[in-house]
């Protein structure tokens, strides 16, 4: 059973427009939630967090949002740019594990149009 | 370059090969973790090592075997693998007990033949 979930697969934006990537969770326990970007050859990388008692986490270009009640988050990236391509990895972890265990989605791999 | 440092980057082996994967961390972090991710499936945790004691076992088979020596340095040894091992695996760090991202190695691409 996929406890992190994301659903699409791929998504192409043209540059300097808004990429949304959405991420779901089935497990309640989860309270701390992270973005990674891979580029090809390269292991993931961490690009934000954003913690259970927050809604909205910011940086820089990237937003994340937490909706607890919908067990939903998403990564905003605004304006996107053509080095944002890349399979971008949601992943979820409980703290009552206390040594980070994470549980990643399956990726969505976003393409920027130039 | 994330600090942590995994090799070989690729390695082919036959069945009844015996071969090791080498991971390395100087960040200071007191956990690490081997990954497992294969074609169009989510990254599976595999072991983990918490203070150099190994803490979390997901069912992996006994073909794989860890091991950590020390809190720097993380090993996986493989012996009479299946073709459907074949995946890319990856090391990672984090500082335990702390709200930090875990850091991640560029991955051994493993082809099991």
């Known amino acids: 059973d996929q406890q992190v979930k994301q659903n699409s697969p791929s998504l192409s934006v043209q540059e300097g427009r808004i990429s949304i990537l959405n991420c779901d969770y089935t497990?309640?326990?989860?309270?701390?939630f992270l973005w990674y970007k891979k580029y090809p050859a390269e292991g993931p990388t961490f690009l934000i967090s954003?913690?259970?008692?927050?809604d909205k986490n910011e940086d820089g270009r990237f937003t994340v949002f937490l909706n607890k009640s919908a067990k939903h988050l998403s990564l905003h990236i605004v304006p996107s740019q053509p080095g944002d391509s890349a399979v971008y990895f949601c992943?979820?972890?409980?703290?009552?594990?206390?040594?980070?265990?994470?549980?990643f989605g399956t990726g969505t791999r976003l393409t920027i149009i130039p | 370059e994330t600090g942590v440092t995994q090799t070989p980057r690729h390695l082919v082996m036959g069945m009844t090969n015996k071969k090791s994967l080498k991971c390395e961390q100087h960040?200071?972090?007191?956990?690490m973790y081997w990954y497992k991710q294969s074609a169009k499936k989510p990254l599976e945790l595999m072991f983990v090592?918490?203070?150099?004691?190994?803490?979390e076992n997901n069912s992996v088979p006994s073909r794989f075997s860890p091991e950590c020596p020390n809190s720097s340095h993380l090993f996986l040894h493989l012996h009479t693998l299946q073709p459907e091992d074949s995946a890319l695996y990856l090391c990672?760090?984090?500082?335990?007990?702390?709200?930090?991202?875990?850091?991640f190695g560029q991955g051994t691409r493993l082809t099991v033949v």
């Open positions: 990672a760090s984090s500082h335990q007990r702390e709200n930090t991202e875990a850091f």
């Open positions: 960040l200071g972090h007191n956990a």
């Open positions: 497990n309640s326990m989860f309270d701390y």
């Open positions: 992943a979820a972890s409980a703290d009552n594990f206390g040594n980070e265990k994470l549980t």
């Open positions: 954003i913690s259970s008692i927050k």
């Open positions: 090592y918490s203070l150099e004691e190994r803490v």
